[in-house]
């Protein structure tokens, strides 16, 4: 090889080396996505998920496939796109149950703050508590005069979810009793309510419309400050006289922390496009909950203050994991 053709080689490297990562980016995406989701399919997670996927894929003009990896409170889908190569190939639709209340419970081998770039807020979804259709508890009047008994339990996502931590403030606020089932998602605990081996469960209203529409739910009352838009009939827990037991959930869209800003700003756009489609606001209202509609500065703000926030909430309730 001549030397005039080995300096531009080596000019050529020397330029693609000095070249700002935002240039580099400018191709994104490049390659198929996936999205992981940290529970079961079927529940409200994977629900958003599979929406978003099917709308990016689209636009991006790329194959976007969901993986589901549940357990751990949603933190094995975390980790893993918190290990995964910084190229905003690998997202994370998480919950607060993941990125909020697990790192206070479990010995994580990632740090949620830092390991993970906040994208956007999704959605919100307040939780319902509900009971089976055939459940002699017609209403929380009668679910709390039951609870001294000790007997009752009530199934949640995992341990540590939204579901769990709704169920634990629940007890507090009534000083009632129940046994805490943890499941691998929601729709692995919907067989057992149904049936009635377990009485009870706090859960997304994302999760658990399917559910109440079939007629295999009753619900008995929304954990949030007003009514969900589509249970209109059914009460709050303030409005029923308990309070301090309101825990809604979150769905945030995140990647992996070190990717590139210029493929973060356009997963950011990308979203907040999306968000905006009527039949994805459609849906997501279906769901019970409401449309994601913060900045991504506004978003990473709440990511850390609903660390801190539930993290005080565990410490105060004295929550532990199971065998801990």
Same mark, same amino acid.
């Given at each position: 090889?001549?030397?005039?053709?080995?300096?531009?080689l080596?000019?050529?490297?020397?330029?693609?080396?000095?070249?700002?990562l935002?240039?580099?980016?400018?191709?994104?995406p490049?390659?198929?996505?996936?999205?992981?989701?940290?529970?079961?399919?079927?529940?409200?997670?994977?629900?958003?998920?599979r929406?978003l996927?099917?709308?990016?894929?689209?636009?991006?003009?790329?194959?976007?496939?969901?993986?589901n990896?549940? &357990?751990?409170?949603?933190? /094995? #889908?975390? @980790?893993v796109? %918190?290990? !995964?190569?910084?190229?905003?190939? $690998?997202?994370?639709?998480?919950?607060?149950?993941?990125?909020?209340?697990?790192?206070?419970?479990?010995?994580?081998?990632?740090?949620?703050?830092?390991?993970?770039?906040?994208?956007?807020?999704?959605?919100?979804?307040?939780?319902?508590?509900?009971?089976?259709?055939?459940?002699?508890?017609?209403t929380v009047?009668?679910?709390?005069?039951a609870?001294g008994?000790?007997?009752?339990?009530?199934?949640?996502?995992?341990? &540590?979810?939204?579901?769990? /931590? #709704?169920? @634990?403030?629940? %007890?507090? !606020?009534?000083?009632?009793?129940? $046994?805490?089932?943890?499941?691998?998602?929601?729709?692995q605990?919907?067989?057992d309510?149904?049936?009635?081996?377990?009485?009870?469960?706090?859960?997304s209203?994302?999760?658990?419309m399917?559910q109440?529409?079939?007629?295999?739910?009753?619900p008995?009352?929304?954990?949030?400050?007003?009514?969900?838009?589509?249970?209109?009939?059914?009460?709050?827990?303030?409005?029923?006289?308990?309070?301090n037991?309101?825990?809604?959930?979150?769905?945030?869209?995140?990647v992996?922390?070190?990717?590139?800003? !210029?493929?973060v700003d356009?997963?950011?756009?990308?979203?907040?496009?999306?968000?905006?489609?009527?039949?994805?606001?459609?849906?997501?209202?279906?769901?019970g909950?409401?449309?994601?509609?913060?900045?991504?500065?506004?978003?990473?703000?709440?990511?850390?203050?609903?660390?801190?926030?539930?993290g005080?909430?565990?410490?105060?309730?004295?929550?532990?994991?199971?065998?801990?």
């Open positions: 090889m001549t030397s005039r053709r080995l300096a531009l080596g000019l050529a490297a020397a330029t693609l080396a000095a070249m700002p935002a240039t580099l980016a400018q191709g994104y490049d390659k198929p996505l996936r999205i992981m989701v940290g529970a079961s399919p079927g529940g409200g997670t994977d629900i958003l998920a929406l996927a099917e709308k990016f894929a689209a636009d991006f003009k790329q194959s976007v496939v969901v993986e990896r549940p &357990g751990a409170s949603n933190t /094995i #889908a975390a @980790e796109t %918190a290990r !995964a190569a910084a190229d905003g190939t $690998t997202l994370l639709l998480a919950t607060n149950t993941g990125q909020a209340i697990a790192p206070h419970l479990l010995k994580l081998k990632f740090d949620p703050l830092k390991d993970l770039q906040p994208v956007g807020l999704v959605a919100v979804m307040p939780n319902v508590l509900v009971v089976p259709a055939t459940s002699p508890y017609k009047k009668d679910l709390v005069g609870m008994s000790g007997d009752l339990k009530y199934a949640s996502s995992g341990i &540590g979810s939204t579901q769990h /931590i #709704a169920g @634990e403030a629940f %007890a507090l !606020a009534t000083n009632g009793k129940a $046994t805490h089932v943890p499941y691998k998602g929601s729709s605990a919907h067989v309510v149904i049936s009635g081996e377990v009485t009870m469960m706090f859960d209203t994302s999760s658990a399917g109440i529409r079939a007629g295999k739910f009753r008995l009352a929304v954990t949030a400050e007003r009514r969900a838009a589509e249970l209109p009939d059914v009460p709050t827990l303030a409005e029923q006289g308990i309070r037991a309101d825990v809604q959930t979150w769905y945030g869209l995140y992996t922390a070190g990717t590139p800003k !210029a493929s356009k997963l950011v756009a990308e979203l907040g496009r999306v968000l905006k489609l009527p039949d994805v606001q459609a849906r997501i209202k279906g769901l909950g409401e449309v994601g509609t913060i900045s991504l500065e506004q978003f990473s703000e709440m990511n850390r203050s609903e660390f801190d926030r539930y005080k909430l565990v410490r105060d309730a004295n929550i532990k994991a199971e065998g801990s």
